[in-house]
């Protein structure tokens, strides 16, 4: 099998597990009689934890000779942790059960996108190709796991997740290449693994970076954790899925075709347009929209979270040394889709709770601060380039 293909499917049975839990594990635990602030801090502890297992979990990773080592074995732990959501009973239960799977899942995505990244420079393949794939995956789990759910009871959700975990167990093994850690293939010292992390903390626009593309990913908050439930209260939970596979289609468009257009304008360019779609995206969300407008209102998807993502990327491979891969790639989603991440989720629950849909003015204003960030660092890069 090529290893574009093998790492498209790994992709696939990553995001077909994170498709559907998700948007949807929420719909489960407020069956088990969960208020929203409780689900708020359920779901964003192992986000906040991200800041301290995100790092150590990348240096950890790349202590193996080989880079799909530890992926099997995080594959395997989230297994056995999402499995044991099911079996036990209780706030505190579930609370151990969700961080332990969550957690280690967080690292499936920045683990495979150091490999996808490595390859695609030595084989030529565009990135986003595998990439795209695995988020066409992410919309089958939207779809389907909305579609099961008017037909199935609320514990579907936690069987479909650890088949998907299950799945993405064995693919870290057979569908992952023998890449090394390193190019000799020897093991990275601890001395090694802690100075390649160290160096990362004295690159202020490296730091700058973070702090803008996380603040406007962590402005997901609310619509990750709320917006299924926001969407039911208005009488579209049947179109809940086909909501949130319509954002990620257009993800998955936008991964695939937008290439020159993206090489163009150049990934600062296209942090700062990412962060004016996520403001847009919120404001409109905030109004509660009637469903035909909800669909083009999805459709910013693309720019909020794609664009962003994309082009942060590119910038933590200019910002950073090669031998800090790893924890580059891990320190972003432990900032981003940890750390600034949970602070939003847990705000997301009493938001919620309080305002309904009108929790969204709070994701404008995160939004809008890091998109301040984002012109910032622009304006740096093209002065150093001057």
Known sequence: MPVVAGLALFYVTIFVGSGSRLPFIPVWFQAQGLSG???AIIMALPLFAQAVTGPAMALWADSFRLRRTPLIWLAGGSTAAFGLLGLVHGFWGWLIAWFVGSTLASAFSPLADVITLRRSRLEGFP??????????GYIFGNVAMGLVLQHAPPVAVLIWTLAASTATTIGARFLLPPDPVHDTGRRLTPADLFSG????????LFLLLLASSGLIQASHGFYYGFSTLVWRHQGLGAWSGWLWGFGVSVEVVFMWFMEPWRRRLGPELMLVIGGCGASLRWIALAFSPPLWLLFPIQALHALSF??????TLRLIEQLSPPQSASPAQMLNAAISAGLLTGLATLAAGPLFDAFGASGYWAMVAIAGVGLAGAIGLALRLRQRLA
Do not use: C, E, N, V
């Not at 990135?127 to 066409?136: D, E, L, T, V």
């Not at 794609?306 to 082009?311: D, I, K, M, R, S």
């Open 127 to 136: 990135y986003a190709w595998p990439r795209g794939i695995g988020s066409a």
């Open 197 to 204: 992390l160290t160096d990362l903390f004295k690159r202020p």
């Open 37 to 39: 602030a409780q689900m």
């Open 306 to 311: 794609t664009a962003t993502f994309l082009a």
